[in-house]
């Protein structure tokens, strides 16, 4: 069974609960479960999965049925729990009489053997490296920076014993072997992985990226926006055969490295609403002062789980803006973007099939938090000469466990335990710290696997898993042996951030364009499909990068982007998309992305505006100032300045008879020629502002 049968079963055992799956798709998965029996078992345990859960989603009946006990005390009354409707019965007896037929088809014939399902319950799949190739192969001028060979060279770092679900798409395994210990080797490990993944599948890689393409995608994925012209035009004339690495180096050690992963960072953790009792402004600095000295992602984790006091301390506001509801949403979040996994499922309901996805495993990750509160006081501050409201986050001296209600109404009490580790209730140090080495323990911790995920689909739009942050055990994974050899990578690097970027970055992967051959078909992860990575998927501009970006196109000038009162404009100006919400995750409501709203701040927002302004705009002014030039060299400097390449000769030669009739028109009218000539560029410039190309990263 391949893969993409493996993810075909999934979607259509989904299609039937939804009642949408057509026939023809029923026809070719009866096909597929007839001839293999590893496909049927995958079949049966969907099923059972999916009715499981649409029974437990529809559990909203008319009348009331009492539910045994036999743990409840005498005197106590019996539960009642809503009966479900006729029609919901129909998925718990499908599952049953899947079982039935699984039972039968798979009945043993080997004299008594145990049955492959039998040994689907009790083996382990090695997750092992595949054999590094010559490290000489891999991308040009790339700094010999060797990993800790005590780590990596002997293969420690590999789990032997790493089992996945029957669901995820895990090729044959192979022995260990030891990982590289240069970035040339990892690179290389990249790229045979996923070429053999491609070569599975039957779809080639497609063309490499121009540099045109590479330089402004770079830009925008490390720097969190455009290239100026002029820094385009110096790569694009650059001739050097490393000058990709060269600029990808300058780029990571550059401030707005850090400036922007902190961004991102700020509103995985936070979101961009304004939270009333949080300092947004204090966790954007820590978090870039992390990233700028690249600290170690495990340091900045510890912090962020065991932090204490007030707004002023920048990883305490995490807590802080989470800290409700009796912790369900710091637990919720906590889990979904350190972990990459949605724990809060869990905290209603069971998966029947998969034994360490229980629901009390949602509780006892939140009964960590249960020794802490925040506590609100009023304090002088000197600054405003003012007294204020303060926040401030801290642990209690005793310990109370969490409570919850399970499925059959119970209640049950849940203690401290991460990973199968239980920890005392009367430590030493406080839970949170606990719970912090917890999270790093062991050499694959799943926290290191979530940041890689999340990372590489931070630079390709896609990841390992879909969604990127659903890692749980039923979650297949598009490439596994990948992923375990880059955690294990990362791990052995001490969780170096900008390494781990620096490898994605110069994988060959990387270097692909957007732009394939229309017969180059079979690479669509925008339809539900695993990527594949034979292209560079196009990824629409966040709006943090969109900002940064327009004001790149107004000024010309990188530096701006650093001043106070730019950066206290950028959070006014997301401000007005983005809205609060206290749910359970605490989550947001957005007008920007794809709305009406984004699109009527394209045409005549401020920003826009400003940047096509003939006087304020300074990259406008000086193309139309600039004595000398031609039409058409004008019209190739604006391209650059917005798109980060030059027209094509089709696109300047009609754009360059539409300045000259628009000029033509304007002259007619007796408005002097340099007017006309600027009104005709500012247009230009406008409707390459306004393009689509502009608006995404490809």
């Not at 973007?337 to 099939?353: F, K, T």
């Not at 030493?428 to 080495?437: E, G, I, M, T, V």
């Not at 360059?656 to 340099?674: E, F, M």
Request: net charge negative.
């Amino acid at each position: 069974m391949t893969s993409r049968e493996r993810q075909f079963i999934l979607q259509v055992v989904e299609g039937l609960c939804e009642g949408i799956a057509t026939q023809k798709e029923i026809e070719r998965l009866e096909a597929i479960t007839l001839q293999d029996r590893d496909a049927l078992r995958l079949y049966i345990e969907a099923m059972e999965l999916h009715g499981e859960l649409y029974w437990d989603a529809a559990g909203a009946g008319s009348t009331e049925m009492p539910v045994y006990k036999p743990a409840s005390p005498p005197h106590e009354e019996p539960v009642s729990v809503r009966r479900p409707s006729r029609r919901l019965f129909l998925f718990p007896v499908i599952g049953a009489s899947l079982l039935l037929l699984a039972t039968f088809t798979l009945w043993p014939r080997n004299n008594g053997q145990p049955t492959s399902v039998e040994l689907a319950q009790t083996e382990h799949s090695t997750i092992a490296s595949e054999p590094a190739k010559a490290e000489s192969g891999g991308p040009s001028a790339i700094p010999e920076i060797s990993l800790p060979a005590a780590a990596m060279g002997s293969g420690e770092n590999l789990p032997a014993d790493h089992s996945y679900p029957v669901s995820a798409p895990v090729r044959q395994t192979k022995p260990v072997r030891p990982l590289p210990t240069s970035d040339t080797g990892i690179v290389q490990l990249i790229n045979n992985e996923l070429q053999q993944m491609q070569k599975e599948a039957g779809v080639p890689a497609g063309p490499v990226a121009s540099d045109a393409e590479w330089i402004r995608r770079v830009y925008l994925d490390v720097a969190g926006r455009i290239p100026t012209a002029k820094e385009t035009e110096q790569f694009l004339n650059d001739q050097r055969s490393n000058k990709r690495a060269d600029t990808l180096d300058r780029l990571l050690v550059n401030p707005e490295f850090a400036r922007h992963q902190a961004s991102v960072w700020t509103n995985l953790l936070v979101g961009r609403a304004r939270v009333k009792g949080i300092q947004r402004e204090a966790l954007y600095a820590w978090l870039n002062r992390q990233f700028r000295e690249n600290r170690p992602w495990r340091d900045t984790v510890e912090e962020l789980i065991a932090a204490v006091g007030t707004q002023e301390n920048g990883p305490a506001n995490f807590l802080l803006a989470h800290l409700n509801n009796q912790a369900v949403p710091a637990t919720a979040i906590a889990a979904r973007i350190l972990l990459c996994q949605q724990l809060q499922c869990a905290q209603c309901h069971q998966h029947p099939d998969i034994k360490n996805w229980e629901q009390s495993k949602f509780w006892e990750l939140n009964a960590f938090f249960q020794q802490t509160k925040i506590k609100e006081s009023m304090a002088f501050d000197p600054k405003s000469n003012k007294t204020i409201h303060t926040r401030e986050l801290v642990n209690n001296d005793t310990f109370g466990p969490t409570f919850y209600e399970s499925l059959k109404g119970v209640l049950q009490v849940a203690y401290p335990s991460y990973s199968g580790v239980e920890v005392m209730t009367q430590p030493r140090s406080p839970l949170r710290d606990q719970l912090a080495d917890l999270l790093f323990s062991g050499d694959h911790p799943q926290t290191a696997r979530a940041f890689v995920n999340r990372t590489w689909a931070q630079f390709f739009g896609y990841g390992f898993t879909n969604p990127i942050d659903n890692m749980g055990p039923q979650t297949p994974v598009s490439h596994p042996e990948l992923l375990e050899q880059l955690t294990a990578a990362f791990v052995a690097s001490d969780y170096d951030v900008k390494r781990l970027v620096r490898w994605i970055c110069l994988s060959d992967a990387y270097q692909l364009s957007s732009q394939v051959p229309e017969k180059q078909l079979g690479d669509t992860p925008e339809l539900g499909d695993f990527a594949l990575f034979t292209r560079m998927y196009v990824k629409p501009l966040t709006a943090e990068q969109l900002y940064d970006s327009l004001l790149i196109a107004n000024t010309g000038n990188a530096s701006i982007l650093f001043d106070r009162q730019v950066e206290s404009n950028r959070e006014e100006w997301l401000a007005r998309f983005y809205t609060s919400v206290e749910t359970e995750e605490n989550s947001e409501t957005s007008t920007f992305d794809g709305t009406l709203t984004q699109a009527l701040m394209m045409i005549n927002g401020d920003l826009v505006l400003k940047a096509t302004d003939i006087e304020k705009g300074k990259v406008l002014s000086q193309v139309i100032n600039h004595r000398g030039w031609h039409e058409s060299e004008r019209i190739r400097q604006l391209c650059l300045a917005a798109l980060s390449r030059a027209p094509s000769e089709d696109e300047l030669n009609k754009i360059g008879d539409l300045v000259k009739r628009s000029i033509r028109a304007k002259t007619d009218r007796n408005i002097p020629y340099q007017v006309a000539l600027a009104e005709s560029l500012k247009d230009v410039y406008w409707a390459y502002l306004n393009s689509s190309e502009f608006a995404v990263n490809h």
